[in-house]
T-cell receptor
Framework: QKEVEQDPGPLSVPEGAIVSLNCTYS??????FMWYRQYSRKGPELLMY????GNKEDGRFTAQVDKSSKYISLFIRDSQPSDSATYLC????????????FGKGTMLLVSP | EAGVVQSPRYKIIEKKQPVAFWCNPI?????LYWYLQNLGQGPELLIR????????DSQLPKDRFSAERLKGVDSTLKIQPAELGDSAVYLC????????????????FGPGTRLTVT
């Protein structure tokens, strides 16, 4: 079993839909959780950084962490075709970005 | 502000040949990372530099891979000899430092070099 599991998709939704992307993990030491967006033939870019359990909102994006279930989510409201990309979760037992464990990524396709 | 620059963007070589990738981080960024990303997978860290010092190279296959970051700025990752299984995207990232939980620690990725070994 991999430390971080993420459904590769693709997840296809119509424009304006609410999108839910999820990761599960097995390492209870993970405390810092990140979501990255990666467009085709580009490097990942950081969307959200959260610590421990709870919710964090930034514009149309909401990150949710449930450490008791070892489950994290990223919600995208009012999805746009420009949101079409691969979304990678990443996590670490330590603050900072030096020891990240990434999920495989979920490909999201938002159709106009 | 220019982002992380990587070259070449694409490289096709035959197995057993050497290959080198170059990375120019964002100006002023002390920490530099090299990642390997296989198709359909997330990035995996190969090596992390703090200035010119390699502080984490535990995942670097040292029998064929080498890296350097002279003067703590640009970096080069080399594979010699390349194997079929090395076909992947090699990503470079940089950050002001590696300890910040936001801001200074945030990594900025380059577009990657896509290597195909035939």
């Amino acid at each position: 079993q991999k430390e971080v599991e993420q459904d590769p998709g693709p997840l296809s939704v119509p424009e304006g839909a609410i999108v839910s992307l999820n990761c599960t993990y097995s390492n209870s030491a993970f405390q810092y959780f990140m979501w990255y967006r990666q467009y085709s033939r580009k490097g990942p870019e950081l969307l959200m950084y959260t610590y421990s359990s709870g919710n964090k909102e930034d514009g149309r994006f909401t990150a949710q962490v449930d450490k008791s279930s070892k489950y994290i989510s990223l919600f995208i409201r009012d999805s746009q075709p420009s949101d079409s990309a691969t979304y990678l979760c990443a996590m670490s037992a330590f603050p900072g970005y030096s020891t990240l464990t990434f999920g495989k990524g979920t490909m999201l396709l938002v159709s106009p | 502000e220019a982002g992380v620059v990587q070259s070449p963007r694409y490289k096709i070589i035959e197995k057993k040949q050497p290959v080198a990738f170059w990375c120019n981080p964002i100006s002023g960024h002390n920490t530099l990372y090299w990642y390997l990303q296989n198709l359909g997978q997330g990035p995996e860290l190969l090596i992390r530099y703090e200035n010119e010092e390699a502080v984490d190279d535990s995942q670097l296959p040292k029998d064929r891979f080498s890296a350097e970051r002279l003067k703590g700025v640009d970096s080069t990752l080399k594979i010699q000899p390349a194997e079929l299984g090395d076909s992947a995207v090699y990503l470079c990232a940089s950050s002001l430092d590696s300890l910040g939980i936001a801001g200074a620690g945030e990594q900025y990725f380059g577009p990657g070099t896509r290597l195909t070994v035939t």
